[in-house]
């Protein structure tokens, strides 16, 4: 089983900055994929950015891409996201999540392992 949990969530003002981090535990695998999802109130959830966990290729919603840049730290079983420029748009909780699969999805449903989830809240 893996276990996710994120952290570095808060409260910015819009133009700012905020980096989420998501540490892994339990059992991994190199072909993983690794994505980040959000959720506002009242809405869906909604793909944000993935990447693979051996190669590093990426792929981000256009809603984020240019602002948002998603990583990993292999040895620390670690993955980040990066995120500039935050719009009020942007608040949402935030959750990473985990696919054993090797290709990447934008599909919620594609992900195995999911954590709690960090609140992100951007001001104007």
């Known amino acids: 089983q893996v276990q996710l949990v994120e952290s570095g969530g808060g409260l910015v003002q819009a133009g700012g900055s905020l980096r989420l981090s998501c540490a892994a535990s339990?059992?991994?695998?190199?072909?993983?994929?690794m994505g980040w999802f959000r959720q506002a109130p009242g809405k869906e959830r909604e793909f944000v950015a993935a990447?693979?966990?051996?190669?590093?290729?990426?792929y981000y919603a256009d809603s984020v891409k240019g602002r948002f840049t998603v990583s990993r730290d292999n040895a620390k079983s670690t993955l980040y996201l990066e995120m500039n420029s935050l719009k009020p748009e942007d608040t949402a909780v935030y959750y990473c999540?985990?696919?054993?699969?090797?290709?990447?999805?934008?599909?919620?449903?594609?992900?195995?392992?999911w954590g709690q989830g960090t609140q992100v809240t951007v001001s104007s």
């Open positions: 990447i693979t966990w051996s190669g590093g290729r990426t």
């Open positions: 339990g059992r991994t695998f190199s072909n993983y994929v």
């Open positions: 999540a985990a696919d054993r699969r090797a290709i990447i999805s934008i599909q919620s449903h594609s992900y195995d392992y």
